[in-house]
């Protein structure tokens, strides 16, 4: 089963940028895609940002044009790069492969 390991979340204030890593523990060639998701207290998870392994990216729309995805295929890492960032931003960030198990996942608060 494939692993992954979240980490760069923070308490940052709105406007902010954060950078997330999501490191896998198998070659990003051999997975169909990577999903960032988030999950704010009281709400349901959901996708922020997809990318396959023919770098074809997608984002939830109110994301659109502030978090920008990538892979690092060198180091089996996938980041989301998020800038402008609001306080409706502040949730749980986790990242997901097919076939991974959910991992613990990175807190991302943003607040003046």
């Known amino acids: 089963q494939v692993q992954v390991v979240e980490s760069g979340g923070g308490l940052v204030q709105p406007g902010g940028s954060l950078r997330l890593s999501c490191a896998a523990s198998?070659?990003?060639?051999?997975?169909?895609?990577v999903g960032w998701y988030r999950q704010a207290p009281g709400n349901e998870r959901e996708l922020v940002a997809t990318?396959?392994?023919?770098?074809?990216?997608k984002y939830e729309d109110s994301v659109k044009g502030r978090f920008t995805i990538s892979g690092d295929n060198a180091k089996n890492t996938v980041y989301l790069q998020m800038n402008g960032l609001k306080p409706e931003d502040t949730a749980v960030y986790y990242c997901?492969?097919?076939?991974?198990?959910w991992g613990q996942g990175t807190q991302v608060t943003v607040s003046s």
């Open positions: 198998r070659s990003l060639f051999s997975l169909v895609a």
């Open positions: 997901k492969a097919p076939g991974s198990a």
């Open positions: 990318i396959t392994n023919g770098n074809t990216t």
